[in-house]
C-alpha cells in the first residue's frame, strides 16, 4: 500500500457524495422521523465507516489506474455499481420521493441506495489490494444498509399493518 492522493477514490467519492447533498434538499416526507429511530449502534458503525472509507479512499494512490491488466476489471466492477448507484438516484429524483421510493430496490439489488456504494468501495478495496479500506467498507455496510434494512422493514410493517 502506497500512500499518494488518489483521483480515483476522488472521482468515487465524487459520484457518492453530489447525489447525497442533492438529496438534503429532497428527502423524503416522514424522513426525520423515520431516522429518529435508527440504531444508535448501527448509526455508530456507519458514521466510522464512512470516515475511515472518505480517509482512505483519497491517500492511497494504489486506487489509480494502471495499464490494462485483467486484474482491472475489479476496478471496472467498482465502476459499474457507482453508475447503478447514480441510476438510482435518477430515479429517485423523478419518483414521487417516498420512503418506499427512498429504501427501494434498483435493477435487482436490495436496499440499491446502501448497498451499491458499500459493493463498490468493496470492489475498490480488492483492486486497490489494501485490506484498510475493505474493513472500513465492511463497517460502512454493517451500520449503513443496517440503518435502510430497520427502516425497510418498519416501512413494510406499517404497511401490513
Known amino acids: 500500500m502506497r500512500l499518494g492522493f488518489s483521483y480515483v477514490g476522488f472521482c468515487m467519492l465524487a459520484a457518492l457524495f453530489v447525489p447525497n447533498l442533492l438529496w438534503t434538499k429532497r428527502k423524503p416526507q416522514g424522513y426525520d422521523r423515520q431516522a429518529a429511530q435508527e440504531n444508535r449502534v448501527l448509526q455508530g458503525l456507519e458514521r466510522v465507516g ?27 466492477g467498482a ?39 458499500v459493493a463498490a468501495f468493496c470492489l475498490l478495496a480488492v483492486y486497490g489490494k489494501n485490506p484498510l479500506l475493505g474493513g472500513a467498507a465492511a463497517l460502512l455496510g454493517v451500520g ?15 404497511k401490513e399493518g
Request: charge should be neutral; proline fraction near 6%; aromatic fraction near 18%.
Open 144 to 158: 449503513h444498509i443496517g440503518v435502510h434494512w430497520e427502516a425497510k422493514r418498519r416501512i413494510d410493517a406499517r
Open 50 to 76: 464512512q470516515v475511515f472509507v472518505t480517509a482512505l479512499s483519497l491517500i492511497f494512490e494504489d486506487f489509480n489506474l494502471r495499464p490494462w491488466q485483467p486484474w482491472n476489471l475489479w476496478l471496472l
Open 79 to 117: 465502476a459499474a455499481l457507482m453508475l447503478l448507484y447514480e441510476l438510482y438516484w435518477v430515479c429517485y429524483f423523478r419518483s414521487p420521493r417516498t420512503l418506499e421510493d427512498f429504501y427501494s430496490n434498483f435493477c435487482g439489488v436490495p436496499l440499491a441506495g446502501a448497498t451499491l456504494p
